[in-house]
């Protein structure tokens, strides 16, 4: 085999583990931190003051204001608070939306970042930042955003309601099937997006059926780490062009938008990455897109873009946007194809491939 990559592992500590939270205030320690401005968002405040709490005389603060998307206005609160509690170290405790206000905050001031994740999103592994500014998404990477330190903790993710557990999971399995076919794809990524996509298609139907299934919920979040680490690593295509073009033009939700459209750009995709895509096939029961539908739909996944309020003249308009920019994908596109495919996910129809 005659076979050429280049990989570059990725620097981050990661702990994984039921009760690894309260090694938060050791990892402080270790790296040589004083002062944890603990981050969140409202809902989870709670949990922020608990762990500044557990955290004790290194903590500085909580601030519960992270929101979805990082806006710019966020972050510049959030920056007073950093100068003015003196803070050294970010600790940000939720899902992407925390994360991304920690990054936001580390790519201004190159603060230490420690994540503890409670959602599947990935964004912990990953040195990208999205921020919104008058409603316009950018994205940027940069060395100083991806965090140093991520404790992965199964007990946090008990409560995570089953619906959220679903859309989460299927956008981390997006992370790993792009990255499959990824142009810049190494065997290490794949190795970690088909043990990503094992992880999930074992433990998500098990955390429907009980939610509090110690096993299954370390088996998804270990899945999440592998499918992030899979998006920081290589590039991503039509999936996530689609998802963000959706996301950013029609403020559809992140996650259930992931859901509902994996099975239709991976059957999209899946003749002209076949070999790629082929453990997809095996692991869903034979058929990339269809596959991924039935697995989908048995775990109660919304199906629907109509669901999401989206009408057919929002699709034209997607699939104007999404085209607009060419960028790599491994079938090229059109308009019409792109159209189409919208169209299916709109409808909620199984894919054929
Ligand atoms: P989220 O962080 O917005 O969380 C949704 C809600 O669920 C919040 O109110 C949160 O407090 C709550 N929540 C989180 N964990 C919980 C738990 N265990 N129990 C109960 N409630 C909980 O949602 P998300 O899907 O994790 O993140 C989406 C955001 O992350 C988007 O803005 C997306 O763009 C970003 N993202 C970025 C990257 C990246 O690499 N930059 C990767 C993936 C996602």
Same mark, same amino acid.
């Given at each position: 085999? &005659?076979?050429?990559?280049? *990989?570059?592992?990725?620097?981050?500590?990661? @702990?994984?583990?039921?009760?690894?939270?309260?090694?938060?205030?050791?990892?402080?320690?270790?790296?040589?931190?004083?002062?944890?401005?603990?981050?969140?968002?409202?809902?989870?405040?709670?949990?922020?003051?608990?762990?500044?709490?557990?955290?004790?005389?290194?903590?500085?603060?909580?601030?519960?204001?992270?929101?979805?998307?990082?806006?710019?206005? @966020?972050?510049?609160?959030?920056?007073?608070?950093?100068?003015?509690?003196?803070?050294?170290?970010?600790?940000?405790?939720?899902?992407?939306?925390? #994360? !991304?206000?920690?990054?936001?905050?580390?790519?201004?001031?190159?603060?230490?970042?420690?994540?503890?994740?409670?959602?599947?999103?990935?964004?912990?592994?990953?040195?990208?930042?999205?921020?919104?500014?008058?409603?316009?998404?950018?994205?940027?990477?940069?060395?100083?955003?991806?965090? /140093?330190?991520?404790?992965?903790?199964?007990?946090?993710?008990?409560?995570?309601?089953?619906?959220?557990?679903?859309?989460?999971?299927?956008?981390?399995?997006?992370?790993?099937?792009?990255?499959? *076919?990824?142009?810049?794809? &190494?065997?290490?990524?794949?190795?970690?997006?088909?043990?990503?996509?094992?992880?999930?298609?074992?433990?998500?139907?098990?955390?429907?059926?009980?939610?509090?299934?110690?096993?299954?919920?370390?088996?998804?979040? *270990?899945?999440?780490?592998?499918? !992030?680490?899979?998006?920081?690593?290589?590039?991503?295509?039509?999936?996530?062009?689609?998802?963000?073009?959706? !996301?950013?033009?029609?403020?559809?939700?992140?996650? /259930?938008?992931?859901?509902?459209?994996?099975?239709?750009?991976?059957?999209?995709?899946?003749?002209?990455?076949?070999? /790629?895509?082929?453990?997809?096939?095996?692991?869903?029961?034979?058929?990339?897109?269809?596959?991924?539908?039935?697995?989908?739909?048995?775990?109660?996944?919304?199906?629907?873009?109509?669901?999401?309020?989206? #009408?057919?003249?929002?699709?034209?308009?997607?699939?104007?946007?999404?085209? /607009? &920019?060419? *960028?790599?994908?491994?079938?090229?596109?059109?308009?019409?194809?792109?159209?189409?495919?919208?169209? &299916?996910?709109?409808?909620?129809?199984?894919?054929?491939?």
């Amino acid at each position: 085999m &005659n076979t050429r990559f280049s *990989y570059a592992g990725s620097p981050a500590r990661i @702990v994984f583990g039921d009760g690894s939270r309260d090694s938060v205030r050791d990892w402080i320690m270790k790296s040589g931190a004083t002062r944890a401005l603990v981050l969140s968002t409202p809902h989870q405040k709670p949990d922020a003051e608990a762990l500044a709490h557990d955290i004790g005389d290194l903590a500085c603060g909580v601030f519960a204001g992270a929101v979805m998307h990082t806006p710019v206005e @966020v972050t510049e609160a959030a920056m007073k608070v950093v100068a003015e509690t003196r803070a050294d170290c970010v600790v940000s405790l939720g899902g992407g939306s925390t #994360t !991304g206000l920690g990054k936001a905050i580390a790519y201004r001031s190159d603060l230490l970042q420690i994540v503890v994740p409670t959602t599947y999103a990935g964004s912990e592994v990953t040195s990208i930042l999205g921020q919104t500014e008058g409603g316009r998404k950018t994205t940027v990477k940069d060395a100083k955003i991806l965090p /140093e330190v991520v404790i992965y903790d199964p007990l946090l993710t008990h409560g995570l309601p089953v619906a959220m557990s679903v859309t989460s999971g299927l956008n981390a399995m997006a992370h790993a099937v792009e990255g499959l *076919y990824a142009q810049d794809r &190494n065997p290490i990524s794949s190795l970690m997006a088909v043990e990503g996509l094992r992880a999930f298609a074992r433990s998500l139907p098990e955390i429907v059926k009980a939610p509090g299934n110690a096993q299954a919920r370390s088996d998804a979040l *270990y899945g999440a780490w592998l499918c !992030g680490t899979v998006l920081g690593a290589v590039g991503m295509a039509l999936h996530h062009k689609i998802c963000h073009t959706l !996301g950013g033009s029609f403020d559809t939700p992140h996650a /259930e938008t992931h859901a509902i459209m994996l099975p239709h750009t991976a059957s999209f995709n899946a003749k002209a990455a076949a070999n /790629e895509l082929a453990p997809v096939a095996e692991i869903f029961g034979g058929s990339v897109g269809g596959g991924l539908w039935d697995f989908a739909k048995s775990i109660g996944a919304p199906l629907s873009l109509r669901d999401l309020g989206l #009408t057919e003249a929002d699709l034209d308009k997607a699939a104007g946007i999404a085209v /607009e &920019n060419p *960028y790599w994908n491994p079938r090229p596109i059109d308009r019409g194809s792109i159209r189409q495919l919208l169209q &299916n996910a709109w409808e909620g129809r199984r894919p054929a491939e």
